[in-house]
């Protein structure tokens, strides 16, 4: 969740969508997004809308407290009812992020996903996520997420490598997200995600071996792995910028994605998403999938996005200022905008390419339709799914899957 919002026009008081926005919502995907802006410690590369205790500290008062959060966050997911009506969707997936959902106590998290079953149903095959710091979890802890109803859970690992850890600011000791991988297992949880960076300085190649192989090793069915991007505004960037660590290198990340796509191929996973990999298509992450194909969600918490029918709208940041919307019978939402038609086909070129199934070349305008033959020849989009009408990456176009999506949207 970016800390940065955009601008955008008011949204009224009632939250109230645009008719054009429900029309055909039962032909769509329903997903909930629900952000928990807690964190212990404050991660030296984040830029998420996420605040530490202190920072939080005489802001806010009562309003901004995570003992109280789950009990707003039900009151969205009531507002979120209201505004969608009759719409007769069960939820079909539900992702808890952050931050740090698991600072929050399990039957807060449970209770949050209670809600939503309540006021909208939940689909009989619904995914229900939560990220998970590894230090912030026990058995008892999971086992209770288990019970009330999470079968899906994202584990930050990020490395292996202690000096990588530290330059990221991550308090978890090495082993620890592998022992959290079987401990998931134990409680039940069929689906296990652990997120990697690579790109860190101080990182070698041998140390990003080393974090894939203990990856693997622990045996989830999904690994995310991401290039490192230093935001302004970070600590990690004000070190680099005092030179106390080297700045990341393209070459670097384009090494590294390499060795993950050799490594994570030969031990049976496989791309659908240019930086995550699943062992089966059950495994994939659904959520991230209805983003990325532009289905319908309802983003409740400080800073969360939310999309239906071609609106989009994000929240107030501050858990306080969230909280006091909310309290006084208001939307928390800051701002709205509505896609127009050509808003929608680019973003759908710009999410869709880096799936694994590409985008249909019916959506390029005809400098995008040159722009892709052009790389079909430069070897950056496959031969075969071209000829049957889809622009799909090779694995040299993932390296330059930014430039190429440039491209084919003019």
């Known amino acids: 969740m970016p800390s940065a919002l955009p601008d955008g026009e008011s949204v009224p008081d009632d939250g109230a969508l645009p008719a054009a926005a429900l029309a055909g919502a039962a032909e769509r995907p329903l997903g909930f997004y629900l952000h928990v802006p807690y964190c212990a410690t404050r991660c030296g590369y984040c830029d998420f809308n996420t605040y530490t205790a202190t920072e939080l500290r005489g802001t806010g008062g009562v309003l901004a407290s995570r003992d109280n959060y789950a009990d707003t966050v039900v009151e969205e997911i009531r507002l979120a009812r209201k505004v969608l009506g009759d719409d007769p969707r069960e939820v079909r997936t539900v992702f808890v992020g952050g931050g740090t959902p698991t600072l929050l106590a399990a039957e807060d998290l449970v209770r949050m996903l209670g809600a939503i079953r309540d006021e909208f149903g939940l689909a009989p095959d619904a995914e229900i996520t939560t990220e998970a710091n590894p230090d912030s979890v026990d058995p008892a802890y999971l086992a209770t997420l288990r019970e009330g109803g999470f079968n899906r859970l994202s584990f930050g690992m990020q490395s292996a490598k202690p000096h990588v850890l530290q330059i990221l600011d991550r308090t978890h000791t090495p082993g620890r997200p592998e022992a959290c991988v079987a401990e998931a297992r134990a409680a039940g949880f069929e689906h296990v995600n652990l997120d990697l960076i690579y790109g860190t300085p101080g990182e070698s190649d041998d140390d990003w071996r080393a974090s894939l192989e203990a990856a693997l090793g622990a045996g989830p069915d999904h690994i995310s792995a991401y290039a490192l991007i230093v935001e302004e505004g970070t600590q990690l960037a004000r070190r680099i910028r005092r030179g106390e660590v080297p700045m990341t290198d393209d070459d670097v990340?384009?090494?590294?994605?390499?060795?993950?796509?050799?490594?994570?191929?030969?031990?049976?996973?496989?791309?659908?998403?240019?930086?995550?990999?699943?062992?089966?298509?059950?495994?994939?992450?659904?959520?991230?999938?209805?983003?990325?194909?532009?289905?319908?969600?309802?983003?409740?918490?400080?800073?969360?996005?939310?999309?239906?029918?071609?609106?989009?709208?994000?929240?107030?940041?501050?858990?306080?200022?969230?909280?006091?919307?909310?309290?006084?019978?208001?939307?928390?939402?800051?701002?709205?905008?509505?896609?127009?038609?050509?808003?929608?086909?680019?973003?759908?070129?710009?999410?869709?390419?880096?799936?694994?199934?590409?985008?249909?070349?019916?959506?390029?305008?005809?400098?995008?339709?040159?722009?892709?033959?052009?790389?079909?020849?430069?070897?950056?989009?496959?031969?075969?799914?071209?000829?049957?009408?889809?622009?799909?990456?090779?694995?040299?176009?993932?390296?330059?899957?930014?430039?190429?999506?440039?491209?084919?949207?003019?």
């Open 253 to 410: 990340h384009a090494d590294r994605y390499l060795i993950a796509e050799e490594l994570l191929t030969a031990a049976g996973m496989h791309w659908y998403e240019v930086s995550n990999w699943a062992t089966t298509e059950a495994a994939r992450c659904l959520h991230n999938e209805l983003y990325w194909r532009g289905a319908d969600w309802w983003g409740a918490g400080p800073g969360a996005h939310s999309h239906v029918g071609g609106v989009r709208w994000w929240n107030v940041k501050h858990p306080g200022a969230y909280a006091a919307a909310l309290a006084a019978g208001r939307t928390p939402g800051a701002g709205r905008e509505l896609l127009s038609d050509e808003d929608r086909r680019v973003e759908r070129i710009l999410l869709e390419l880096r799936l694994h199934d590409g985008v249909p070349l019916t959506l390029l305008k005809p400098a995008g339709l040159t722009a892709a033959h052009r790389a079909l020849t430069d070897g950056l989009l496959n031969p075969e799914p071209y000829a049957e009408g889809r622009a799909t990456l090779t694995l040299r176009g993932r390296l330059l899957a930014d430039a190429v999506v440039r491209d084919l949207v003019d």
